[in-house]
């Protein structure tokens, strides 16, 4: 499977951005029964948890990103999505998406940089 996030990009604080990122190469019952999530390195930080999605549809988020981003999925395009709002200055860090156990193939990621 390959992991392709899109959507990054300069942003102001405060604004928002939408991300996505799609499972290629993935077939529906691959990705469809799988909890999929959202991980963010900031520089000079670890990678870090941001966001998951169930199959039911479930959602959970950390701590830092509560009540500001959404996290969403489309199986029928093999697609999870990250609606980012009222943005911080520290959420300027490179984005991912994988499992939650993170036993896919990391993508390259979209760069989102969030400007005071």
């Known amino acids: 499977v390959q992991l392709q996030a899109s959507g990054g990009g300069l942003v102001q604080a405060g604004g928002s951005l939408r991300l996505s990122c799609k499972a290629s190469?993935?077939?529906?019952?691959?990705?469809?029964?799988?909890?999929m999530a959202w991980y963010r390195q900031g520089p000079g930080d670890q990678r870090e948890w941001v966001a998951s999605?169930?199959?039911?549809?479930?959602?959970t988020y950390a701590d830092s990103v509560k009540g500001r981003f959404t996290v969403s999925r489309d199986n029928s395009r093999k697609t999870v999505y990250l609606q980012m709002n009222s943005m911080e200055v520290e959420d300027t860090a490179v984005y991912y998406c994988?499992?939650?156990?993170?036993?896919?193939?990391w993508g390259q990621g979209t760069q989102v940089t969030v400007s005071s």
């Open positions: 994988n499992t939650d156990r993170s036993d896919w193939n």
């Open positions: 190469r993935a077939i529906s019952s691959t990705f469809n029964p799988r909890t």
């Open positions: 999605i169930a199959p039911d549809g479930t959602t």
